[in-house]
């Protein structure tokens, strides 16, 4: 197998691109994605000129929650194919010169994990304490108030042990107890087979809520109108809870470095998911301070549901420089979980082209979701043919994170998008047909050639990478802000509205860059941009 030579700071600024297998490429004509199609088509993302992948679980599931719900982690589900298969997608990812994160989901098993199946058999086994176990209160109710993210009690009664056992999510998948020394070393077992097979590093799905409260506390009240609606829908009762005691706990940190201690070991990095509405710039900052936790995570600032504003740009980025001063983010508009935002911020291609030019020149990584460099919008899914048990329990106030999961489109010559040859486990959407792969490649005006291009002018410069940022404004819906580093200093302007606008050029000498791209020309004293416009200039 082909080992990737790498620096150990490869993920500081990289371009990583998200596959979600189910709807990626299907190979063996049965409706659902899996390892071979990804094989298939990883040239396509080397083309875009993404630096790294990282794939949604594939392992050995009942599928309950889609491979969120892992039943043997160092398992490949029979659907998506076999170990063999995985090693063809390192060996071919690395020949193409790209990295592999595979997304692993440590705080929480499906109920059918045999380490659950003997946990739950009695209070005296072996494994008896490895998940979150609890007494009932006198009456027979919940130990305490904690919700689940998926709706209801955050827990679960179970007969046979006459005790309640915490789930964050469904109620098939229970938490596993990190207080436990015996659970944290069975799961650094866990990314020790996968490093060994050649993974670059990991996507950590929740990765604040591996731990709660040992004395079960109580979560308080959140005011109605202190509610953030950017980890759970609205409609959920979820967001009327300040979530101390469910997440969040500072014994996370001690799993970390141990976490990280392994990984060093092979020069691979981490991007933590951090599901939290108030404190998520604050965790991301605890999590990645400093050499010993993780390289990078995501809060979900970038991914709530009303538009980006450079205002909202501006004030994220200042709680950034008190809440993480040596901290990295990964910034991302769409993923597996969320409306996709060209539908989510009603934008038309100005708008997304506008987006990713912010995305690619602020200070981060950047993760960018299949499809989104072809567009794709939100597909509306009829609720015969939801499969998501989040929309199912919502519906229709909230209709689920299916319409963010419909297949990829290669084709427009066949309905089903050239994704499979059988009829997909979620309907591709018409709309989407005209938007293929195949219809974009052969026309240069493109939203997938603008997207190649400004990933390479971003490669075209380092100062993206891992210089400072600075001056950061948004006047008038303007962002604006000075990169420094790697003996470049740029300035960016870019037009996050639908009206033109005009701000002062800074004093000095500018040359203009980006005409590839269709940034702005020279200007002196003032820049008009239009609707949608930007400009990047590099100090003479």
Known sequence: MKRLEKSKDWWRGAVIYQIYPRSFQDSNGDGIGDLAGIVQRLPHIASLGAEAIWISPFFTSPMKDFGYDVSDYCGVDPIFGTQTDFDAVIDTAHKLGLKVMIDLVLSHTSD?????????????NPKADWYVWAEPKPDGTPPNNWLSI?????????????????????????????????????????????????????????????????????????????RNASTAPAVNPYN???????????????????????????DAAAVGE?????????????????????QMCYAFEFLSPERLTAKLVVETFARLATAAPDGWACWA??????????????????????????????????CIYQGEELGLTEAEIAYEDVQDPYGIQFWPEFKGRDGCRTPMVWQSDNGNGGFSTAKPWLPVPAEHLGRA????????????????????????????????????????????????????????????????????????????????????????????????????????
């Open 437 to 540: 792969l195949s219809a974009q490649e052969a026309d240069p005006s493109a939203l997938l050639h603008f997207y190649r291009a400004a990933i390479a002018f971003r490669a075209d410069h380092p100062v993206f990478r891992s210089g400072s940022i600075a001056d950061l404004t948004d006047g008038d819906g303007l962002l604006t802000f000075t990169r420094d580093g790697a003996g470049e200093r740029i300035w960016v302007a870019v037009n996050l509205t639908d009206h033109p606008v005009e701000t002062p050029v800074p004093p000095g000498t500018w040359t203009a860059l980006g005409a590839k791209i269709g940034a702005a020309g020279p200007a002196t004293g003032k820049l008009a941009l239009d609707p949608w416009q930007f400009a990047l200039y590099r100090a003479s």
């Open 150 to 226: 998926f709706g209801g009690p955050g827990w679960q009664w179970d007969p046979r042990r006459e005790q309640y056992y915490q789930h964050n999510f469904l109620t098939s998948q229970p938490d596993l107890n990190f207080h436990n020394p015996d659970v944290q070393d069975a799961l650094l077992d866990v990314a020790h087979f996968w490093l060994e097979r050649g993974v670059d590093g990991f996507r950590l799905d929740t990765i604040n809520f591996y731990f709660c409260d040992k004395a079960l506390r109580d979560n308080p009240g959140l005011p109605k109108d202190q």
């Open 274 to 294: 951090v599901g939290d509405s108030q404190l998520g710039l604050e965790i991301l900052g605890e999590y990645t301070s400093g050499n010993d936790l993780m």
């Open 112 to 124: 059918q994990h045999p380490w659950f199946v003997e946990s739950r058999a009695s209070r005296d």
């Open 333 to 366: 508009f769409s993923n597996h979980d969320v409306m996709r935002h060209k539908s989510r911020w009603h934008l038309d291609d100005r708008g997304l082209k506008a987006y990713l030019v912010a995305l690619l020149t602020l200070r981060g990584s950047v």
């Open 240 to 266: 009327h809870q300040l979530h101390l005691y469910d997440k969040n706990q500072p014994e996370n940190l001690g799993f970390l470095r141990r976490l990280r201690a392994v990984m060093d070991r092979y």
